[in-house]
């Protein structure tokens, strides 16, 4: 079968009717092209999109998780007997979990294979969802469940970044990426609307039975319907080029590739992230999506509490009115995956025996980083002066939609970078990004208080302006830096699989 490498619509090539079959007509069905190189992928369309469906969910649940809380923190603020800054705390632990975790899941999953570390991952989140829901009120259970499901979380997006390296080449990935980031984009949408609707009417048990029932769903098709995508593996997925859709549960495929062609990464070892983040273009768009992300998180916990306070929102009221800046994550998503695909097909088509760097997607963040600090400056002070909700809304759907805007175009330049290691490489960001939202969960309520909360917003506004400017700065050394970096590393980082600039 011969699968095209540029997109996720290739199809088959079939003889045209009436021609005499050739020997190469009726050569078996392997995945690989007669008399060419092998495509990126010999995955069916298909199963890529079934792929991609799946980690899609799979990213879904972390956010969710998250999300679905958010409505229902001044109810466990009454029922455990907390104070706002002591609730705050446990979103604080479950995104300090999400920052941490990937780093674990990632580097297993570039090492060992991907489908082994979804299935223990997911185990633990529902086991921790479905203690979550049964113990009885303690604030301590809560704290230690919370970062448990933390932990179970946090394998979605890393891994879900890695599985799209695996299937989908470079020219494509932006946009494959928007479309696995729709589950974690729609975390943020669904989550605080399901978690007022569930609150307010099973009561706020049922948030987590809710979780425990519907990513145990999804561990099943996992098992039964999501193959091996690792390279290093099962190289463009050949062996799976006749296999039916649903598959026999396997702990661990046993690699069918030649390690020469698809060499394995390294065993994870903490020198070897510090190794990564030697590399500075790595460290600057990570902290940079951290701070645009702590900004929009920020906005995120203090807005329940706004609304019902100053606004006379009910719990329910507060869930749907996540929904505005939830589906502004989706469009900031898929109109920045497009885009940046967009602009990377027009730079192949004027120079075709060169293909662009990875570099090229970078001054596509002006805009985000634009539209976030607008949002974030117009929040606070239209709080701060009781400004019509609408307003209020809106300026949050701006923050959301120009973070999220930054967020695809700093996975797909991370992945095209390192290609042995991409799932290590998202949860690095991870582990810049979310600690980042779980400090200004925790301070934002003492500094609202303290500053006010105009001046607050502002704040955090112009720490994202410093952000543009080393966004400048690194567009003029970015290329140097990598060919540098490359220099360095030697003949290892040399090799196809390594960092290069396709």
Partial sequence: MSSSSSDLNSTPSTPHPGKVPSPQDNAPNTGLPVGGPPP?????????????????VAGFFGPLAAGVYLP??????????????????TVSVFMAMLAIAPLFWASHADHAGRKPLYQVSLAIYIASNVLLATLPPNLGALYVLRILQGFGAASGLSLGAGTVADVVPPKGRAGAMSVVLLGPQLGPVLGPLLGGAIAGGAGWRWIFGFLAITCSALYVVLTFCL??????????????????????????????????????????????????????????????AAILFASYYAMNVTFPHFLEDYYGFSTTGVGVSYLAPGLSLVAGSMTSGRLSDLHRSRSMKNNKDCPPDPEHRLHLQFPGMLLSLTGVIMYGWFVCYRIHVASVIVASSLTAFGMTWVFITTTSYLTESFKKTPATLVALASMFRNPAAAVAAAVVAPLTEKMGIGWCFTGMALVELGCIASLAWLMA??????????????????????????
């Avoid at 995955?43 to 899609?56: D, K, N, T």
């Avoid at 029922?79 to 800054?85: A, N, Y």
């Avoid at 490359?486 to 390594?498: D, H, K, Q, S, V």
């Fill in 40 to 56: 990126y992928s010999a995955l069916s369309p298909h199963r890529r999109r079934m792929i991609l469906g799946i980690v899609a």
């Fill in 227 to 288: 193959p091996e995508t690792l390279r290093s593996v099962v190289g463009n997925g050949a062996v799976y080029a006749d296999t039916s859709l649903i598959l026999r549960p396997r702990w661990r495929q046993p690699c069918v590739v030649d390690p020469a062609e698809f060499p394995k990464a390294p065993p994870p070892t903490l020198l070897g992230l510090i190794k990564l983040l030697r590399y500075p273009p790595v460290v600057i768009v990570s902290l940079n």
């Fill in 72 to 89: 229902s923190l001044p109810t466990f603020g009454k029922v455990f007997h907390g104070s706002t800054t002591t609730i705050n705390g």
């Fill in 477 to 502: 050394n970015a290329k140097s830096m990598r060919r540098e970096f490359e220099e360095r590393e030697g003949a290892e980082n040399r090799r196809p699989n390594g960092l290069v600039g396709k």
